[in-house]
């Protein structure tokens, strides 16, 4: 990840802190040694554009788990009698 200071020079992340799951504080240092500006940005997670497939393929197989066994069947037989694409 490319960071800046506010002077436009590279800044160097030196350190993290996790805050939360999805929130990070980024300490940083300007490259610049006539700058020498250190400061913390804050990262955080925003929304997902495509879900991840891992996260996707649990929560599939987490419902399919849920299932009685005669509708997770009824379920297969009307997928399968779906032609593919
Ligand atoms: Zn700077």
Redesign the pocket.
Known sequence: MAVK?????K?RVRSTKLLSEQVTNLYCA???VF???TFVITQSFSHSINPAKQASDGAVFELLQNMCEKDRMQLFNRFLSVPAN
């Open positions: 200071c506010l002077c436009g020079a800044a300007c490259s610049d700058c020498g500006h």
